[in-house]
């Protein structure tokens, strides 16, 4: 699911439809572009609207992960994972890393390797420069690996 502008009134998140369907998902994958070392403004705007989850604990016990991109090779990226860790634990849930190896250390291309920034805790991408500003094939796969490895626990934990 994604947000858009329009679920942003006033500065705030507003989409109780949206959050409704959270509610009922076994896991949520968090992901935001990283802007000036935090994530974006409007997933700022959403994650603030679930303090109301937070009030009543719906997404206590639920899994959690997340993933984030910029432009920059570093582009502070620890640091909007760092907060999407934090709100998930302030909710009460759990928080799911990433295990897919740095391939670049088994000789795979800077194209093509998985977990080539080394993040442990999320997902991180650099996004290449140019007219798509799209992430590396390996950046995807590294995407694909976390989301499998959420679902499996779902699935293992009977979520």
């Not at 989850?53 to 994972?81: E, I, P, V, Y």
């Not at 080394?118 to 991180?124: E, K, L, N, P, R």
């Not at 950046?139 to 934990?157: F, I, P, Q, S, Y």
Request: a negative charge; hydrophobic letters at 40%; proline letters at 2%.
């Amino acid at each position: 699911m994604e947000i858009v502008g329009s679920q942003i009134q006033e500065g705030r998140f507003k989409d109780d439809e949206f959050l409704n369907k959270l509610d009922q998902a076994d896991a949520i994958i968090f992901g935001s572009p990283t802007y000036m070392g935090m994530v974006s403004g409007q997933m700022k705007a959403f994650l603030d609207a679930t303090s109301s989850r937070w009030m009543g604990g719906t997404w206590n016990s639920k899994l959690a992960a997340g993933f984030t991109t910029s432009l920059g090779l570093s582009g502070d990226k620890q640091s909007t994972l760092s907060y999407l860790v934090t709100v998930a634990c302030q909710h009460g849930m759990i928080w799911v890393s990433s295990d897919a190896p740095n391939s670049l250390f088994s000789g795979e291309s800077m194209e093509e390797a998985t977990n080539r920034l080394s993040s442990s805790t999320g997902v991180m991408s650099q996004v290449n420069f140019g007219a798509e500003f799209k992430p590396s094939n390996g950046d995807l796969k590294t995407g694909e690996m976390l989301g499998t490895r959420v679902a499996k626990l779902a699935a293992k934990l009977g979520a």
